[in-house]
Each structure stands twice: as C-alpha cells, then as structure tokens.
C-alpha cells in the first residue's frame, strides 16, 4: 500500500471515530432512558441485545442529525456511524450497569 493510501485511511478513520463519538455522546442519554428500568432485571447477554434494540431509533436519528449538519460527505459513512455509534453505546451502557448494581447496597434480613 502507497504512502498516500495509508494517509487517507488513516484521516477516514479518525473522521468516522470522531462522528461515531458524536452520535453515541448525542444518544447516551435518550437510550440510558429508554433501557435502564428493564436492565436491573436482565442477565449481561440480555442487556446487550435489549440495549442494542432500543439504541437503534435513536443512533439512526443522531446520525441524520449529524449528516444534516455536516453534509453528503458524512452520509456515505452512514452505516458505519450507526454500527460504530450503537456498539460504542452497549458498551457504556454496560459499564454503567455494572457500576450502579455494585454501588447499590446489600439488603440483610432482620
């Protein structure tokens, strides 16, 4: 691989993690919203998948937002924003979880 093809992959890539950043900062709080009443109830597999499916409606929004904003350039990343944006999403929201469940107190019997 050439030199300048090197380059341009590598400004494309730092363009896609600074736009995937941008929806999955925009939608963190909606899909927060949207799943955390459901997820104290779900195993860790189970919580990917439901956080997964109601990120979805969301990043989708977030990224014709962010297409809107930055124009036809943007747009053909489009697919690689959402899939960036959602499994970026599914990992915070994970971590959160788990950090909420060990910040909640025991509960022992009198």
């Not at 909606?30 to 009443?37: C, F, G, L």
Request: glycine content about 4%.
């Amino acid at each position: 691989m050439l030199w300048p093809q090197r380059m341009t992959q590598w400004l494309v890539s730092d363009r896609l993690a600074e736009m995937t950043e941008r929806v999955a900062g925009r939608s963190r709080l909606a899909v927060w919203q949207r799943v955390v009443d459901k997820l104290l109830t779900l195993g860790p597999s189970e919580a990917r998948g439901y956080i997964r499916a109601r990120a979805v409606a969301v990043v989708h929004a977030e990224t014709d937002r962010l297409i809107d904003q930055e124009g036809a350039r943007v747009g053909k990343m489009r697919e690689r924003i959402v899939s960036s944006a959602t499994q970026s999403l599914v990992e915070t929201i994970v971590v959160q979880l788990q950090q909420r469940r060990t910040a909640q107190p025991m509960r022992h019997a009198a």
